[in-house]
C-alpha cells in the first residue's frame, strides 16, 4: 500500500523499480469500526481505511507493521513535534479500580465460606437424630 490517489490512472500509482526510501511522521492505524461501509464497497485492490486488521486479511504472509507513515507533501516545511509524553501519575480511577479487584475478592472468599458452611450445616442436621417432644 503506497497511499491516496484521487484518480485511479494517477501517475502516483506507477511502481517505482528498485529499493525506495520513503520518510515521513508513523501514524497510528485507523479503526474500522466507525466507518460506515458503502454498499457496493470499494473497488478490487483498495481499501476505505488505513487499518492493520482489515490489511492482515488481504495480504496473507506478508508482514504488517501497525501503523502507516504519511510522506511530506512537496512544496510545504515540515514542523518539528516533540514526540507525545505520556504521565505515569496515580489518578483515583486507577485507585478505585484496584480496590475494585480487592473488593471482589474478599466477596468470593466470603461467599465460599458463606457456601462451605451452609453444606456443613446441612450435612449435620441430616445426620443427627430428630427427636419428638410430647407435652
Known amino acids: 500500500m503506497r497511499g491516496w490517489v484521487p484518480k485511479a490512472d494517477d501517475p502516483a500509482i506507477a511502481v517505482p523499480a528498485g ?3 520513503v520518510s515521513g511522521r508513523l501514524r497510528a492505524p485507523e479503526g474500522t469500526d466507525s466507518v460506515q461501509r458503502r454498499a ?3 473497488p478490487a485492490g483498495q481499501v476505505q481505511t ?4 482489515e490489511l492482515i486479511n488481504l495480504w496473507r504472509g506478508e508482514k504488517v507493521r501497525n501503523g502507516f507513515v504519511v ?3 512537496p512544496g510545504l516545511t515540515p514542523v518539528k513535534v516533540a ?10 480511577r486507577n485507585l478505585a479500580y484496584a480496590a475494585n479487584w480487592w473488593i471482589f475478592a474478599g466477596f468470593a472468599v466470603f461467599m465460599w465460606f458463606h457456601f462451605v458452611r451452609d453444606a456443613v450445616r446441612s450435612s449435620s442436621a441430616s445426620k443427627s437424630p430428630e427427636v419428638a417432644l410430647e407435652g
Open 83 to 92: 514526540p507525545p509524553v505520556t504521565g505515569g501519575t496515580l489518578t483515583w
Open 50 to 53: 488505513v487499518s492493520t486488521a
Open 19 to 21: 529499493q525506495v526510501t
Open 40 to 42: 457496493g464497497g470499494v
Open 71 to 73: 510522506a511530506p507533501t
